[in-house]
T-cell receptor, first 109, second 114 residues
């Protein structure tokens, strides 16, 4: 079966750095997406990785290792507005998105 | 402003009634998708359409139906055959049906069936 694993919940302090991990087992791989979703709202696109390595975009970075079936999202200089769920999704060999259940990130002052 | 609209934001229905959720996009995207989101679970694909007048079943299509008569519109009907319809429904679109680009999501419709 196809599977995406993420921690259910994480807590971090304002101004700190947090790393959210995602491991996947899918039939084929055609890219990995990270989305942010505030409670009751629509997911919004954060990053896309298709090759191994680190993609940096402002305070957010995303890393991919295809050989390990592993990705992480790194959030720096955390702000209260970063409190949200972070969804990892992998595009499989049929170009269908397989979604993780999401990681709820709680930021404390 | 380009984007995806879904209406209404909240919808209440009695068991046994069909209900249609609307989804409109003005992004000129070819591909459109319907997802269902339940607490503690990842998004699950209900139906998707890569081009007008064509659509495909996703992982959980039973009890749902769609149409794609116009590029801009992809309404979802939740029928009385859907065993557990109460959920948060999200519509999305993408410029490229092959899936190499991100999906843009509408604000969602929270459906409650009692």
């Amino acid at each position: 079966g196809q599977n995406i694993d993420q921690p259910t919940e994480m807590t971090a302090t304002e101004g700190a750095i947090v790393q959210i991990n995602c491991t996947y087992q899918t039939s084929g791989f055609n890219g990995l997406f990270w989305y942010q979703q505030h409670a009751g709202e629509a997911p919004t696109f954060l990053s896309y990785n298709v090759l191994d390595g680190l993609e940096e975009k402002g305070r957010f970075s995303s890393f991919l290792s295809r050989s390990k079936g592993y990705s992480y999202l790194l959030l720096k200089e955390l702000q209260m507005k970063d409190s949200a769920s972070y969804l990892c999704a992998v595009k499989d060999s049929n170009y269908q998105l397989i979604w993780g259940a999401g990681t709820k990130l709680i930021i404390k002052p | 402003d380009g984007g995806i609209t879904q209406s209404p934001k909240y919808l209440f229905r009695k068991e046994g009634q069909n209900v249609t959720l609307s989804c409109e996009q003005n992004l000129n995207h070819d591909a459109m998708y319907w997802y269902r989101q339940d607490p503690g679970q990842g998004l699950r694909l209900i139906y998707y359409s890569q081009i007008v007048n064509d659509f495909q079943k996703g992982d959980i299509a039973e009890g749902y139906s769609v149409s794609r008569e116009k590029k801009e519109s992809f309404p979802l009907t939740v029928t009385s055959a859907q065993k557990n319809p109460t959920a948060f429904y999200l519509c999305a679109s993408s410029i490229d049906p092959s899936g190499s680009y991100e999906q843009y999501f509408g604000p969602g419709t929270r459906l409650t069936v009692t």
